[in-house]
Structure formats: C-alpha cells, structure tokens
C-alpha cells in the first residue's frame, strides 16, 4: 500500500531480504516512534528500489523497520 502523502517510506527488514538489496548508511539518522509508544533509531536505507505499479516504473528510498519491535509480545 503507498500513501503519496508521506514524506518516507517504509519497508520491514523481512521483505527486503527477499530483494536481495543492501541497505546504505545515512549521515542524519531517524528516530521514529511505533505504535507502541517505543522509538526506533534508523541509521540506514535502501536507496533507488525498484518498484512497479500497474506497470509504471518508481525508484523510492526506504526506510527499514524491524516488524517485531511493532507488535505486541504474543507470550
């Protein structure tokens, strides 16, 4: 899903294993705040991924999250 509102973007760290891309280091990291009231420091991106939709050609930056630190703890 893609919100043309947003000034990042967001990929977890799952799915960009699948692509098979390296993640760049940052000079001016992110602190970002989940859901979960906690803050994630991010200090790398995944620079110019290829992205189709509907058969139109994107290249974005994305930002990756770790999926776990945004969910609950299923114990």
Do not use: A
């Amino acid at each position: 899903m893609f919100d043309l509102g947003v000034i990042h973007s967001f990929v977890t760290s799952k799915v960009m294993k699948k692509l098979r891309k390296n993640p760049s280091k940052i000079e001016n990291g992110f602190v970002i705040n989940t859901p979960l009231s906690e803050t994630m420091n991010i200090d790398h991106m995944y620079m110019e991924v290829q992205v189709n939709i509907n058969g139109c050609e994107l290249r974005v930056d994305l930002l990756p999250l770790n999926y776990m630190t945004l969910m609950p703890s299923c114990e």
